[in-house]
Every structure is written in structure tokens, then in C-alpha cells.
């Protein structure tokens, strides 16, 4: 029971909160967009379903990710170094700056859902949009999650940091 409760304090701390969830927009957007490939190679109006759904769960599951991002930064950057402080203010940046590409993705894949019921001849192109949507989502997340990684894993780091222009917000 003991460590019941050592599990339950610890999903108390946001950023232990952000380290579990922060997989799950490159994971599931992975599975999706791989989803209906398969989906579009088969032709199967059920497989571009649950494609769709399984994009739409990893595009909105930066919502989460984000906000236990923001209510761990001041944690993570005071048992940071240097180097990992500079890490941390990347990846805030690039969350920042390309996190729209996930929304804007939800947004398509949920319009591309409501077209295969009421639009199919308008549901092909939708489609397709959203795997580029769900492709470029990959792309932007790995290079977020890069900065993300090299905060703490100082194993993986190989040169300095980025420079990132500061401003307030």
C-alpha cells in the first residue's frame, strides 16, 4: 500500500505528469497516420474511422501535454544546469511556436469524421489532408520533443544548446 500512495503523490508532481504523457502526440499520431495509410490502401470506410479517431487522440493529447509542460517548467529549470536550462527554453519555444500544427490537425481530422457520414465525395481529399497534417504533426513533434529530451538526458546531448531568442509573454 505504501507504494500505492508513493504513485499517487508522484502523479501530484506536474512534471512526472508531462514524462508520461508527452509520448502520446508522437505515438498515437504514429499509429493513426500509419492507420490510414492502411486505411487508404484498402479502401475500408471503417479503417479511415479509427484512423481518424486514433490522429485525433494524439493531436489533442498536446492540450495535456502542454499544460503539465507549463506547470513544470520553473521545477524542471531549477534542478537543471546551464545547458540544461537553454534545452528547456527550446523546447518551451517550439511548443510554443509549431504546437498549432496539432490543432489545426484535430480540427481535420474531425472534419474529415463528419465528410466520411455526409460528404463522402468530399471525404478523399480530407483524407489525404489529414494524413499530411498527421505526417507534418510527426515531424514537428519529434523536433519538440528533441529539445525536450536533452533537457535531462545529458547522454544525448551532442554540442550546445540552440540559441533562442527571449521575449516576454
Known sequence: ?????????????????????????VYATAMGVLALVLALITR???????????????????WPVSEYGERAA??????????????LHAHEERAEQAGWVFHVTAGLAIVTLV???KWPRLSGWLTVATLIGGVVCLAVG??????GGLVRHTEFRVGPPPAVETHEH
Open 115 to 117: 465528410a466520411l457520414w
Open 44 to 62: 475500408s470506410t471503417a479503417a479511415k474511422v479509427v484512423a481518424l479517431v486514433v490522429i485525433l487522440v494524439g493531436t489533442l493529447a498536446v
Open 142 to 147: 519529434g523536433w519538440i520533443s528533441h529539445a
Open 74 to 87: 520553473d521545477r524542471v529549470q531549477a534542478m537543471s544546469n546551464q545547458a540544461g536550462q537553454a534545452w
Open 1 to 25: 500500500m505504501n507504494e500505492l500512495r508513493q504513485i499517487l503523490e508522484t502523479l501530484r508532481q506536474p512534471e512526472y505528469v508531462h514524462v508520461l504523457l508527452n509520448p502520446l502526440p
